[in-house]
């Protein structure tokens, strides 16, 4: 099993549409970030978290430690959202920042 | 500007050949790290380094070799030892946090796609 599981695998929606895709992970983090992949392959960071919530644009980002679960939401979905997001976490202060993965979540917006 | 550039974004290579791919950060990161992606699976950890002339093994380091000469650079080589080398490769940095052993987050370049013929 995982350390990081991403669910859906694979989400189409309508434009418009409000998007949800989660995040479970078993082991003690320190952070937990959302990653966006586009086509062309380079990744972006869109939020790094450790409680909470935060939000950016129409994104928004929340964590439940207790839970060891995460969320991250697209409101008014628009087709350049269309992309590849990856959940990743961080093993607690004093490790060496390497990231946990998930396998993703494709994500297709159609107008 | 200040990113990270990887080169070249597409990259061939005969079986039995070693082939380096280029990595360059200017954000004056003090950690660098190399990622393989491969479909359906997770990004995985090839070697990371936290300080110039000092590198460390991620969990696929097998096949693959580093160098850190500068703070600047990460240059990776795939040798021929590599049995599957054909993946798309990422390339990171991040800033240590001041005053503590942990980093921030982690800047992503565009990638190499490599291709084993």
């Known amino acids: 099993k995982n350390e990081v599981e991403q669910s859906p695998q694979n989400l189409t929606a309508q434009e418009g549409e409000f998007i949800t895709i989660n995040c479970s992970y078993s082991v003690g983090i320190s952070a937990l970030h959302w990653l966006q992949q586009h086509p062309g392959g380079g990744i972006v960071s869109l939020f790094m978290l450790s409680s909470g919530k935060k939000k950016h644009g129409r994104l928004i980002a929340t964590i439940n430690i207790q839970e060891k679960h995460s969320s991250l939401h697209i409101t008014a979905s628009h087709p350049r959202d269309s992309a590849v997001y990856i959940c990743a976490v961080r093993p607690p202060r004093g490790a060496t920042n390497k990231l946990i993965f998930g396998t993703g979540t494709l994500l297709a917006v159609q107008p | 500007d200040g990113g990270i550039t990887q080169s070249p974004k597409y990259l061939f290579r005969k079986e039995g050949q070693n082939v380096t791919l280029s990595c360059e950060q200017n954000?004056?990161?003090?950690?660098m790290y190399w990622y393989r992606q491969d479909p359906g699976q997770g990004l995985r950890l090839i070697y990371y380094s936290q300080i110039v002339n000092d590198f460390q093994k991620g969990d696929i380091a097998e096949g693959y070799s580093v160098s850190r000469e500068k703070k600047e650079s990460f240059p990776l080589t795939v040798t021929s030892a590599q049995k599957n080398p054909t993946a798309f490769y990422l390339c990171?940095?991040?800033?240590?946090?001041?005053?503590?052993?942990?980093?921030?987050?982690?800047?992503f370049g565009p990638g190499t796609r490599l291709t084993v013929l």
């Open positions: 990171a940095s991040s800033m240590r946090l001041a005053g503590m052993s942990s980093y921030n987050e982690q800047f």
């Open positions: 954000l004056n990161h003090d950690a």
